[in-house]
């Protein structure tokens, strides 16, 4: 996927989000299809964040000189000795928040440090939990926790942390209305 598309796919990503959080409020959709609506605005509003990071890496890995190390953390890659003496390259995935730590770190003048202090950094962390009680339930998840308000504020983290990696890294269009 190239630049471009990844960006145009973002931006479907938060529309389909922000439509979803308009659907709810719709008094057709109650039980299940609330719910479905509910889960839909986070993990698309989630996706949309990932994706928006993607979009930020694909510029900023051709943007600067790289170590080896931070190109294959950036690629997703991983290099491993196997049992010959042979170096194999694998898929990682890093979390997301390690991910927009890295990019604070590399291509802004943010310390993480610092931001790890801000209240954004808490939001992202708190929708990030959600995000991934969704993903990977467990046994014991209670599905009545997730509401409205809460699809709200994982929607709002996402844009405002889209906004500020705009800001510190490529300073350009933001994908979101």
Known sequence: MTSNNLYDYVKVLCESSDWYLEKINNKDYDGIDRQALLVSVILNSWCALEGYINFI????????????????????????????????????????????????????????????????????????DLRNNLTHPKEDYNFSLINIAKAKFVNTTVKEAMKYLNSKTVKGKVPIV
């Open 57 to 128: 890496t694909s510029i900023a890995k051709y943007a600067r000189t790289l170590h080896p190390h931070e190109k294959a953390f950036l690629n997703e890659m991983k290099l491993e000795m196997n049992g010959d003496g042979i170096f194999t390259e694998g898929r990682k995935y890093y979390p997301t928040a390690d991910k927009i730590l890295f990019i604070l770190n590399r291509f802004s003048y943010m310390s993480p440090k610092k931001f790890k202090q801000t209240k954004l950094w808490g939001n992202i962390k708190a929708s990030e």
